[in-house]
């Protein structure tokens, strides 16, 4: 894993989280994008070589709905950048990790991403991701 990607925060109302983000981070988000296959419309702000990434459901049927629900607002998951995503993933279910995702897909911000149970992360939801070519 070559770095922290991104922190995955779910949020209930998109446009006060980017109004309240865009004040603490002093800057202005670079991309919102909707993922329709999970539901969720994304924004995110640059720092330094990480990001942020606010998610907000656009369905009550999906994964950050659920997670708000159960929850409430908050760290969602952390993403790995990776340099050979379906390596990482064969390496990590070889080290007995339960994966949600056991291949890549296609997620936000031109990134091919998997999931890793929070079960086996120590109770962390952890996303690998991956520039997509």
Do not use: W
Not at 12 to 24: F, I
Not at 26 to 54: D, R
Not at 59 to 85: C, L, M, Q, W, Y
């Amino acid at each position: 894993m070559n770095k922290i990607e991104h922190l995955g925060i779910a949020v209930k109302d998109l446009e006060a989280a980017n109004k309240l983000y865009s004040v603490l981070l002093n800057t202005k988000p670079y991309k919102q994008e909707a993922v329709e296959s999970e539901g969720v419309i994304t924004s995110f702000f640059k720092m330094g070589e990480s990001k942020i990434e606010l998610l907000a459901a656009t369905n009550p049927d999906s994964p950050i709905a659920k997670f708000i629900e159960k929850r409430g607002e908050g760290i969602h998951h952390i993403a790995f950048d990776v340099t050979d995503i379906d390596a990482e993933i064969s390496r990590l279910q070889a080290e007995g990790f339960e994966l949600i995702n056991k291949t890549s897909k296609p997620g936000a911000d031109n990134k091919l991403i998997a999931f890793l149970h929070p079960k086996s992360t120590g109770g962390v939801l952890v996303e690998l991701c991956m520039e997509r070519k």
